[in-house]
C-alpha cells in the first residue's frame, strides 16, 4: 500500500504498480480514462462476486449500496473541498451537465452562454434546451482559452441581460486551456445567471476547491483524472442555490419519502438530483479510487507532478521543428495538444501509438493530437515520446519508415 511520504524514488514504482495498465504502453489518455487502481477493481470485484453468490434484491444488499454511496459522496467532497450534503452521484459529467441546465425555470426568450471550446457533454444540453424551449443560446469566441483577460472581455460582451445560465469547461477539452472560473462565476453572478462548471479535465488534474471558485453547479467524472471505473460521476451543488433549481429528472432515489399519491419530501441536501440506480460495485470503485488518490498518493503531490510534467511535455514537444503545441502554456492543466506539419492527426497518431506504443487520442474539431499528461507518467516515457514524434516530424505519411526498430518499441522505462 503506498503513502504520501515515500520518496519519490520509491513512491513512483509503487504507484505503477498499482496501477497495472501503465505497463501496456506510455499511457497519455487519463483525459478519456484513467489507469483503474489495482484496489479499485479488486473491491469492484468483490462486490460483484458478493452479488453473484447472494444476490441483489435481499434488504441488506440495499443498506449497504446506501453506505456505499455514502462513501463515494465523501470521497468527491475531499476532491473538491466541499461538504456531502453538496454532491450528488450521477452517471458522468454529461449526466451531471444536464441536470445543471435543465435546472433552471426556463422561459422562451432567455438566454443560454457558453464558449466556443466545450465539449459535447456541456454543449449538447444546451442545444437541446435551445430547441425544446426556444432558448438563445450564445457561444462566446475565447480563441484557444489561454488568455483569461481575453476570455473574460468575451464573456462580459455575452452576458447581457436575460442570461439566465452561463455553462463553461474549467479546463478545455480541445486545448487544454483552463479558465478563470473564479472571476466568470463573479461576472455571471453579477448579471444574475446561474454558473455550470464541466469539471472533466480539471478534476484530480489541478486543485479545485469549488465553494471558493463561487460556482452553482461543478459537474465531474469518475473515470477520467480520478482513476474510478465508467458510468459513474458526481455533480457539485452550491447550498445557496439548492432550493432554486428546477427538477428536470427524478425519480425514487430524489425524496426522502413519497406516497402512491405521488406527494413526497425532496431530500433537503444534493441527493435531490439523484434520479435513478447505480451501478453498485462502479460507485464503491468510484469511492475507492478518490479515496486511493486523496490517502496514499496525496493531492497536493498528484497536482505538483501533473503540472511539473505537462509543462515539460509541452516544452519538449515545442521544440520539436514542425511541431505546433495549442496549450497555452502559461495556463495549462494536464492536457497538451498538438499538430505535426504535413500529418493529419489520425495518420500521426497512428504511427506514434506503433513506434512508441503511446494511448493517446486525436481532438477531431482540431486536428490535433492530445496527450493527458498523468502523476504516474515518468520523464524517460515523456522523452521517448517526444523522440517518436520528432521521427514522424522529420517525415511525410510518404516518407516514414515503413516498420519501426523493435529497440525503440521495447525501451525501458525510466
Given at each position: 500500500?503506498?503513502?504520501?511520504?515515500?520518496?519519490?524514488?520509491?513512491?513512483?514504482?509503487?504507484?505503477?504498480?498499482?496501477?497495472?495498465?501503465?505497463?501496456?504502453?506510455?499511457?497519455?489518455?487519463?483525459?478519456?480514462?484513467?489507469?483503474?487502481?489495482?484496489?479499485?477493481?479488486?473491491?469492484?470485484?468483490?462486490?460483484?462476486?458478493?452479488?453473484?453468490?447472494?444476490?441483489?434484491?435481499?434488504?441488506?444488499?440495499?443498506?449497504?449500496?446506501?453506505?456505499?454511496?455514502?462513501?463515494?459522496?465523501?470521497?468527491?467532497?475531499?476532491?473538491?473541498?466541499?461538504?456531502?450534503?453538496?454532491?450528488?452521484?450521477?452517471?458522468?459529467?454529461?449526466?451531471?451537465?444536464?441536470?445543471?441546465?435543465?435546472?433552471?425555470?426556463?422561459?422562451?426568450?432567455?438566454?443560454?452562454?457558453?464558449?466556443?471550446?466545450?465539449?459535447?457533454?456541456?454543449?449538447?444540453?444546451?442545444?437541446?434546451?435551445?430547441?425544446?424551449?426556444?432558448?438563445?443560446?450564445?457561444?462566446?469566441?475565447?480563441?484557444s482559452g489561454g488568455d483569461s483577460a481575453a476570455v473574460l472581455?468575451?464573456?462580459?460582451?455575452?452576458?447581457?441581460?436575460?442570461?439566465?445560465?452561463?455553462?463553461?469547461?474549467?479546463?478545455?477539452?480541445?486545448?487544454?486551456?483552463?479558465?478563470?472560473?473564479?472571476?466568470?462565476?463573479?461576472?455571471?453572478?453579477?448579471?444574475?445567471?446561474?454558473?455550470?462548471?464541466?469539471?472533466?479535465?480539471?478534476?484530480?488534474?489541478?486543485?479545485?476547491?469549488?465553494?471558493?471558485?463561487?460556482?452553482?453547479?461543478?459537474?465531474?467524472?469518475?473515470?477520467?483524472?480520478?482513476?474510478?471505473?465508467?458510468?459513474?460521476?458526481?455533480?457539485?451543488?452550491?447550498?445557496?442555490?439548492?432550493?432554486?433549481?428546477?427538477?428536470?429528472?427524478?425519480?425514487?432515489?430524489?425524496?426522502?419519502?413519497?406516497?402512491?399519491?405521488?406527494?413526497?419530501?425532496?431530500?433537503?441536501?444534493?441527493?435531490?438530483?439523484?434520479?435513478?440506480?447505480?451501478?453498485?460495485?462502479?460507485?464503491?470503485?468510484?469511492?475507492?479510487?478518490?479515496?486511493?488518490?486523496?490517502?496514499?498518493?496525496?493531492?497536493?503531490?498528484?497536482?505538483?507532478?501533473?503540472?511539473?510534467?505537462?509543462?515539460?511535455?509541452?516544452?519538449?514537444?515545442?521544440?520539436?521543428?514542425?511541431?505546433?503545441?495549442?496549450?497555452?502554456?502559461?495556463?495549462?492543466?494536464?492536457?497538451?495538444?498538438?499538430?505535426?506539419?504535413?500529418?493529419?492527426?489520425?495518420?500521426?497518431?497512428?504511427?506514434?501509438?506503433?513506434?512508441?506504443?503511446?494511448?493517446?487520442?486525436?481532438?477531431?474539431?482540431?486536428?490535433?493530437?492530445?496527450?493527458?499528461?498523468?502523476?504516474?507518467?515518468?520523464?524517460?516515457?515523456?522523452?521517448?515520446?517526444?523522440?517518436?514524434?520528432?521521427?514522424?516530424?522529420?517525415?511525410?505519411?510518404?516518407?516514414?519508415?515503413?516498420?519501426?526498430?523493435?529497440?525503440?518499441?521495447?525501451?525501458?522505462?525510466?
Amino acid at each position: 500500500m503506498v503513502t504520501p511520504f515515500l520518496p519519490d524514488d520509491e513512491k513512483l514504482p509503487a504507484l505503477r504498480e498499482a496501477l497495472p495498465s501503465t505497463a501496456a504502453g506510455i499511457y497519455l489518455n487519463t483525459g478519456t480514462a484513467g489507469p483503474l487502481p489495482r484496489e479499485s477493481a479488486r473491491a469492484m470485484a468483490e462486490a460483484e462476486a458478493w452479488e453473484l453468490r447472494t444476490g441483489r434484491a435481499d434488504v441488506n444488499y440495499w443498506r449497504d449500496s446506501l453506505e456505499r454511496k455514502a462513501e463515494a459522496r465523501a470521497a468527491v467532497a475531499a476532491i473538491l473541498g466541499t461538504g456531502t450534503g453538496s454532491i450528488a452521484l450521477t452517471h458522468a459529467t454529461t449526466d451531471g451537465m444536464n441536470i445543471a441546465t435543465w435546472a433552471v425555470d426556463w422561459r422562451p426568450g432567455d438566454r443560454a452562454v457558453t464558449t466556443s471550446l466545450e465539449h459535447a457533454g456541456g454543449l449538447a444540453p444546451l442545444r437541446a434546451l435551445r430547441d425544446c424551449w426556444g432558448v438563445e443560446l450564445e457561444l462566446a469566441d475565447v480563441g484557444s482559452g489561454g488568455d483569461s483577460a481575453a476570455v473574460l472581455a468575451a464573456l462580459d460582451r455575452a452576458i447581457v441581460p436575460g442570461t439566465r445560465l452561463v455553462s463553461v469547461s474549467h479546463v478545455s477539452w480541445a486545448t487544454g486551456a483552463r479558465l478563470p472560473i473564479g472571476e466568470i462565476a463573479e461576472l455571471a453572478h453579477s448579471r444574475g445567471a446561474l454558473v455550470a462548471v464541466d469539471g472533466a479535465q480539471a478534476v484530480g488534474a489541478i486543485p479545485v476547491a469549488v465553494e471558493e471558485l463561487g460556482v452553482d453547479f461543478y459537474a465531474v467524472p469518475g473515470q477520467k483524472w480520478l482513476l474510478g471505473p465508467e458510468g459513474v460521476g458526481a455533480l457539485y451543488c452550491a447550498p445557496s442555490v439548492m432550493d432554486r433549481p428546477r427538477l428536470a429528472f427524478s425519480g425514487l432515489a430524489a425524496f426522502e419519502e413519497m406516497d402512491l399519491a405521488g406527494q413526497g419530501k425532496l431530500w433537503p441536501d444534493a441527493r435531490r438530483f439523484e434520479n435513478s440506480t447505480l451501478h453498485q460495485p462502479s460507485v464503491l470503485g468510484f469511492a475507492r479510487s478518490a479515496a486511493w488518490l486523496s490517502m496514499y498518493v496525496g493531492t497536493n503531490w498528484m497536482y505538483e507532478r501533473i503540472a511539473r510534467l505537462a509543462a515539460e511535455a509541452a516544452t519538449m514537444l515545442a521544440d520539436v521543428p514542425g511541431v505546433e503545441v495549442l496549450t497555452p502554456r502559461d495556463n495549462m492543466a494536464g492536457l497538451v495538444t498538438f499538430r505535426i506539419a504535413g500529418w493529419k492527426a489520425t495518420t500521426a497518431l497512428r504511427e506514434l501509438s506503433q513506434r512508441t506504443l503511446c494511448i493517446a487520442r486525436t481532438v477531431p474539431p482540431l486536428d490535433a493530437i492530445r496527450i493527458s499528461v498523468g502523476f504516474f507518467n515518468t520523464e524517460g516515457e515523456l522523452r521517448r515520446f517526444r523522440d517518436g514524434v520528432a521521427l514522424v516530424a522529420e517525415h511525410t505519411p510518404e516518407t516514414i519508415p515503413h516498420r519501426p526498430k523493435m529497440e525503440f518499441l521495447l525501451g525501458g522505462v525510466e
